[in-house]
């Protein structure tokens, strides 16, 4: 009958409708998932046993800073093309950054935010990871920013311990225009002076090894001997008491700063420390 057509087409007009509507939602969830994509579950994840050298450079600092691996477990840090040994627990600490660096939070997604966070050519510091002459990554670490914990969490913790606010950095991979926030204080390991990267350790000895100091001053010499569980002082015995102080002074020695490489030497050294074991 006419009205069983006219209902078969007006059927087929709204299941037409219902495509199409379901198509348009399709579409757009296709769009948004692949926008959610771009969003990189990690920014930097690389094996740290395959660098070898870590360039750090900020205009913005005046940092120019090269580290360089010269052994399994060696490195130099160089600038302004003078070499010292570096302190391998900092490079282990920048090394880290790069084990697996995830981000909180996609920050800006455009260039001209990059000055805003401070990862930027002009505003940034720039770390690139290299094994041998093959870049691993060349990032811009930018600036940070601090959250207090909520006041409510302070007061339950303060039996117990103080909570640590939330520390958040902003960085830019090179090749990217995204900027993402990440946990941590990130910055914090690149500092503008090379001495800040060097050796500091005078001395790190395991305590129980020492069995000999000799002391060499200008007009005399002292030997201070362990023997058995007693500290002989050129044949005499020694207070147990003064020399375990001592020891604890020394076993670990780590210089506080270093004279200047243009300061004239006016003598050879007038005393000397040789530690035995």
Sequence with gaps: ??????????NSKVLIIILIVLGGIYYISTLTDSNDRSFRDVIVAIDTARVTEIDINSSKDNLN?????????????????????????????????????????????????????????STGTNVILKDGNDELTNIW????????????????QFQQQQQRGIMTSFVRLADDKDVYAVEGFLKMS??????SYRNKSLAKINKDD??????????????????GTQWM???????SANTVKYLNKIYR???????????????DATYKLSIEG
């Excluded at 009958?1 to 007006?10: G, K, V």
């Excluded at 130099?76 to 003078?82: K, L, M, Q, R």
């Design 233 to 239: 002082m050129n044949g005499q015995p020694a207070d």
């Design 141 to 156: 670490i930018g600036k940070f920013s601090y959250t207090q914990p909520p006041q409510s969490a302070q007061q339950q």
């Design 190 to 195: 690149y500092q503008n002076d090379v001495n």
């Design 65 to 121: 800073i090269k580290l360089t691996k010269t052994g399994n477990y060696d490195w130099e840090v160089s600038s302004a093309g003078i070499s010292y040994p570096a302190d391998k627990s900092i490079v282990n600490s920048i090394l880290a950054q790069y084990k697996e660096m995830k981000p909180k939070r996609i920050a800006a997604t455009t260039e001209n935010k990059w000055t805003d966070y401070e990862v930027s050519d």
């Design 253 to 267: 020695l780590n210089s506080s700063n270093f004279v200047d490489q243009s300061t004239q030497k006016l003598s």
């Design 1 to 10: 009958s006419l009205n069983s057509m006219f209902n078969t087409s007006s």
């Design 210 to 227: 020492i069995s000999k100091l000799e002391f060499n001053y200008p007009d005399r010499k002292i030997s201070l001997t362990r023997e």
